[in-house]
């Protein structure tokens, strides 16, 4: 059955004619030729497909299109603006926990999240709110320290 799913996407409103139980993922990779979000797992375990829905990150290997109505979603490709990275990505190079960078527009968004809920977050805070993303690289430690950097607890701010 094919729905009428209308969404902002990355800040422009979408309108999109299609069946409303394909994952969101699925529909960002082929239909809108968003390729930042990755498959991994399929199975909403690794992170690797992590989106932001309004404001909220969720694994979008598990989210039917349909979900998305009326809603604001972010991917990688909306961080940046005006060819400048997000603070958020530009500590992830800064720090380098891109490593192979599969995982990394996950970690990002799912950071953007945390960071979002707490600006100013512990290193156990860190830990455990990305214990839902893995990196195959074993970035982890750099990743944490990027997450520091731009909550600004490190480089000399709260360390």
Request: aromatic share 4%; with cysteine; glycine share 14%.
């Amino acid at each position: 059955m094919r729905d009428t799913i209308r969404f902002r996407l990355n800040g422009a409103p979408v309108s999109l004619e299609t069946d409303g139980t394909r994952t969101l993922l699925w529909v960002l990779r082929t239909d809108l030729e968003l390729t930042g979000t990755k498959y991994g797992c399929g199975e909403g375990l690794c992170g690797s497909c992590t989106v932001l829905v309004d404001g909220r990150a969720v694994h979008s290997c598990q989210t039917p299109l349909a979900a998305v109505q009326g809603k604001d979603v972010t991917t990688i490709e909306g961080l940046a603006r005006g060819g400048r990275l997000d603070p958020l990505q530009q500590a992830f190079h800064d720090e380098g926990a891109l490593q192979c960078g599969y995982c990394t527009p996950g970690m990002i968004l799912g950071a953007r999240a945390l960071l979002a809920a707490n600006p100013h977050p512990t290193r156990e805070q860190i830990v455990r709110g990305m214990e839902g993303h893995l990196c195959r690289c074993g970035a982890h430690q750099r990743i944490v320290a990027a997450i520091e950097t731009a909550s600004g607890r490190r480089g000399g701010r709260d360390d």
